[in-house]
C-alpha cells in the first residue's frame, strides 16, 4: 500500500483548503491513518487521525474546532478539512499509516508515509 498526499496550497489567513490522503490499496478496519507536520525547523508534529473502522477521530489541540478528519472507503481516501487557517498552519502536511493500537500521536509508530504536501498561509 502507498499514500499520496494531495490538495497543499497558499492561502490568506482564515482561508480553508482540503488535503486528500488516496491509498494505492484497501484499507483495513485496523488501520488509523493520521495527519502530521513539519514546519521549517521544526520537528514532525501529530495534527489528527481517524481508525478506518471505527471512525473514532483524535486532533491536536492546536487544531481542534478548526479542522475535521474524514474518511471515503469507497474512495479509500482519507481527508483533512483545514478551515480558520493561521499562518503558524504553514508546514508541510503528511499523511501516514499505522495498524493496531500503539499511541497514535507519536510518528515512529507509522510504518506507512505518503510525500509532503505544503501548506502557506499569508496573514
Known amino acids: 500500500v502507498q499514500l499520496q498526499a494531495s490538495g497543499g496550497g497558499s492561502v490568506q489567513a482564515g482561508g480553508s483548503l482540503r488535503l486528500s490522503c488516496a491509498s494505492s490499496?484497501?484499507?483495513?478496519?485496523?488501520?488509523?491513518v493520521g495527519w502530521f507536520r513539519q514546519a521549517p525547523g521544526k520537528e514532525r508534529a501529530f495534527v489528527a487521525s481517524?481508525?478506518?473502522?471505527?471512525?473514532?477521530?483524535f486532533y491536536d489541540h492546536s487544531v481542534k474546532g478548526r479542522f475535521t478528519i474524514s474518511r471515503d472507503t469507497a474512495e479509500n481516501t482519507v481527508f483533512l478539512q483545514m478551515n480558520s487557517l493561521k499562518p503558524e498552519d504553514t508546514a508541510v502536511y503528511y499523511c501516514?499509516?499505522?495498524?493496531?493500537?500503539?499511541?497514535?500521536?507519536?510518528?515512529?509508530?507509522?510504518?506507512?508515509w505518503g510525500q509532503g504536501t505544503l501548506v502557506t498561509v499569508s496573514s
Open positions: 490499496g484497501r484499507i483495513f478496519s485496523s488501520t488509523s
Open positions: 501516514a499509516a499505522l495498524t493496531g493500537s500503539p499511541d497514535i500521536k507519536a510518528p515512529n509508530n507509522y510504518r506507512i
Open positions: 481517524i481508525n478506518w473502522g471505527s471512525t473514532s477521530t
